[in-house]
C-alpha cells in the first residue's frame, strides 16, 4: 500500500467510521484533523484509533504518538508507513 493509498483509505476511514458528511477531497492532507480542523473532539479521536489500528495492522499505544500520529492526514500516512516498515524488517 503506497503513501497515497494510506491517506485515501484513512479519509474514508475517517468519513465512514465518525459518519461525517463530506467527501476524501474536502479534507486537506496537511491540515489538522482535530481541534480546529475538521472540528473533532477526543471522543472521536478515539473512535478514530481503533479504525486505524484494526485496518492498517498498527498500533498506537499512547496519547503523545496519537497527537504527533493524528496531527493531519499527511502526519498519519507517515506513521502508518513508517509502522509498517518496522513491522517488515521485524
Not at 9 to 16: C, T
Not at 52 to 58: K, L, M, S
Not at 72 to 78: E, G, R, V, W
Amino acid at each position: 500500500m503506497t503513501r497515497t493509498e494510506i491517506a485515501l483509505r484513512a479519509k474514508e476511514l475517517l468519513i465512514s467510521g465518525l459518519r461525517l458528511e463530506i467527501s476524501p477531497g474536502e479534507i486537506v492532507d496537511a491540515e489538522p484533523i482535530f481541534g480546529a480542523g475538521l472540528g473533532l473532539d477526543s471522543i472521536d479521536a478515539l473512535e478514530f484509533v481503533v479504525l486505524i489500528e484494526e485496518n492498517f495492522g498498527v498500533s498506537i499505544p499512547d496519547e503523545t504518538v496519537a497527537k504527533e500520529a493524528l496531527a493531519s492526514i499527511d502526519a498519519l500516512a507517515d506513521f502508518v508507513e513508517t509502522q509498517r516498515r518496522r513491522q517488515n524488517l521485524s
